[in-house]
Each structure stands twice: as structure tokens, then as C-alpha cells.
């Protein structure tokens, strides 16, 4: 039996993580406190559709830091999987690893999904803005690797 669906609301408080990145250092949501955050959730480092979600948000980073973004990437993959990832793609951006499924659970970006009539559990592919104060500003949920970093820029206006 599946656990019942999370789905975050705009201006519900982002769920807090503590979780490690790429290259083995802890990273928490209260460390981006009086930032703006987009945390994009996606099922493997180094498959085709992610790699293009992660590559666009690579070649899209100026602007958004311009307007005072931080991107996170968010993934079950272990550290060692998204280093090698970064270094293949020329990331520009921190990857954290939640091999546990409890952040990705917790933003509901992780339960059942459906492809081609099946049901099977998994990661949801999502992107989440949280603004200055921890709260979320956008749930974007079931978005599609290719295209979705416009989307985003064009809601966030950037």
C-alpha cells in the first residue's frame, strides 16, 4: 500500500533536509536562509532526460543568479555518482544526494507515477521555488525534462 501523496502548497514552509552534495559536505535548507532557491528533482545523474534538465539549468545559471537564485539539484544518486556527473557535464551548480528517498518524499517528488498505463514508485521529476523565507513560492510537479528551464524562467521572469 502506498503512503498517501505529498504535495506542497505555495506559501507552505519549504521541508527542511540535511543532506550531503557532491563532493561529501552537508548542505542544509536552513543554510540558504535570505536566499532565493530552486530545487529541481530529478530520478538519475547521467540519463538522457536529465542530462538535458541539468544541462539547462547549467547554461541558464547567469541569469538566474543574477536575480538571486541558488539552483540545487536532488536526486537519490550517491555523491560519488553526481560528482562524476558535474565533471561530465560541466555543472555549475551543488547536486545533493538523498539515497533514502526522505527529502524527495517530504516534497513529494518521490510515490507512484504512471507510464504507459503502469503504476510504479519512483522519483517525480519536479522543481520547487522557495523564496527568502523558506517558503515555497512554486510546485511544479510531473514537468517534462526538455523545455522546463524556460518555463521556470519564464514564471520566475528571469
Known sequence: MSKEKVVLEVGSVAPSFELL?????????????????????????MTPGC????????????PLKEAGYVVLGLSPDKPEKL???IERDNLNFTLLSDPDKTTLEAYGAYGDKSLYGRISRGVIR???VIDY?????????????????????????V
Do not use: M, W
Open 21 to 45: 552534495d557532491e563532493a561529501g559536505q552537508k548542505h542544509k535548507l536552513s543554510d540558504y536562509k535570505g536566499k532565493k532557491v530552486i530545487i529541481f528533482c530529478y530520478p538519475a545523474a
Open 51 to 62: 542530462t538535458t534538465q541539468a544541462c539547462d539549468f547549467r547554461d541558464s545559471i547567469e
Open 83 to 85: 560528482k562524476n556527473f
Open 126 to 128: 519536479s522543481t520547487f
Open 133 to 157: 523565507e523558506g517558503k515555497i513560492e512554486h510546485a511544479l510537479y510531473n514537468v517534462k525534462a526538455t523545455g522546463h528551464v524556460s518555463r521556470v524562467r519564464s514564471l520566475l521572469e
